[in-house]
């Protein structure tokens, strides 16, 4: 079985920094690009950014470019997601999904497998 686990979500004042997690299960992580989304409630789903597979390059999406950072390490089996300078509207649940790329691409925000989720809350 296939599965990736989110985990680092919890509450954070406005300005502060959390790390997620994404662990992989049942594959090994360095072929598959990564996404991070994230959903607010009552709001659609949002793609945040997304590494390539092995030593990838990275993508953001505008609202989160210079304050979040993606990178993997894969003798881990683990991408991360640093988020820095964290605003009220980055409260949401966020998700990592994967994506095979066998042969290094510039990643996009797409997802074949997902994770659960875990909640990340950015409040005074």
């Known amino acids: 079985q296939l599965q990736l686990v989110e985990s680092g979500g919890g509450l954070v004042q406005p300005g502060g920094s959390l790390r997620l997690s994404c662990a992989a299960s049942?594959?090994?992580?360095?072929?598959?690009?990564i996404g991070w989304f994230r959903q607010a409630p009552g709001k659609e789903r949002e793609g945040v950014g997304c590494?390539?597979?092995?030593?990838?390059?990275?993508n953001y999406a505008d609202s989160v470019k210079g304050r979040f950072t993606i990178s993997r390490d894969n003798a881990k089996n683990t991408v991360y997601l640093q988020m820095n300078s964290l605003k009220p509207e980055d409260t949401a649940i966020y998700y990592c999904a994967a994506y095979r790329m066998m042969i290094q691409t510039p990643c996009i925000l797409r997802g074949d497998y997902w994770g659960q989720g875990t909640q990340v809350t950015v409040s005074s």
């Open positions: 049942g594959f090994t992580l360095d072929r598959y690009a």
């Open positions: 590494i390539s597979s092995r030593a990838g390059s990275t």
